[in-house]
């Protein structure tokens, strides 16, 4: 099974700066990694699929980049709404096989 | 616009089962593949499985062969989740999604999601 890491745990931003979230896969997955954003008590929402395709109705400081085993997620200018968790998924070698990171949570400084 | 609307919160008993809905509406439903994930308690997310609309053929991930089912009935765009043989590890967030297709290619990227349904297991 491919396993997912994300770093790191807690990213601790002020409101406007950019926050960089990194996620490893535990082997090469090209560019089958997608990006959800969770809210406490809310479903997860998709921000990008295949490494780097925004979702639609995506802001554009939203920006994910990688490929194989390292994967990045870039929100440029961080907005009172962005604070959450966020997951990465990977299905390179879907069906049947999809395991999301453990999450990183953006936070407030 | 799309929409998901999953069933109520359930509390079960360990050993037996349940049946939670994901009624459909705002795009053809039998044109997306959807899916069902589950989060426990302060936990990440765990994909359990994928249901064809159409044709109803189904596909599960391996830790929950043998005791989920997923259906559906499209005269209501409704698919149904049933997990048996519940124990506590069990207990968590219930959410149905539906997959993109990319390139005319079947996926796990969920672009709308149901509210999620509670399911407890507790004796």
């Known amino acids: 099974e491919t396993v997912m890491t994300q770093s790191p745990a807690t990213l601790s931003v002020s409101p406007g700066e950019r926050g960089t979230l990194s996620c490893r896969a535990s082997q090469s997955v090209g560019s089958n990694l997608a990006w959800y954003q969770q809210k406490p008590g809310q479903a997860p929402k998709l921000l990008i699929y295949?490494?780097?395709t925004r979702a639609t109705g995506i802001p554009a400081r939203f920006s994910g980049s990688g490929s194989g085993t390292e994967f990045t997620l870039t929100i440029s200018s961080l907005q009172s709404e962005d604070f959450a968790v966020y997951y990465c998924q990977q299905y390179n070698n879907w069906p049947p096989e999809v395991t999301f990171g453990p999450g990183t949570k953006v936070d407030i400084k | 616009q799309v929409q998901l609307v999953q069933s109520g919160a359930e509390v079960k008993k360990p050993g037996a089962s349940v049946k939670v809905s994901c009624k459909a509406s705002g795009y053809s439903f039998t044109s997306y593949y959807l899916h069902w994930v589950r989060q426990a308690p302060g936990q990440g997310l765990e994909w359990m499985g994928i249901?064809?609309?159409?044709?109803?053929?189904?596909s599960y991930a391996q830790n929950f062969q043998g005791r989920l089912t997923m259906t559906r009935d499209t005269s209501t765009s409704t698919v149904y989740m049933e997990l048996s043989s519940l124990r506590s590890e069990d207990t968590a967030v219930y959410f149905c999604g539906r997959g993109l297709t990319v390139f005319g290619v079947v996926t796990p990227i969920l672009d709308s999601w149901g509210q999620g349904t509670v399911v407890a297991v507790s004796s």
């Open positions: 295949g490494a780097s």
């Open positions: 249901i064809n609309p159409s044709a109803g053929s189904t």
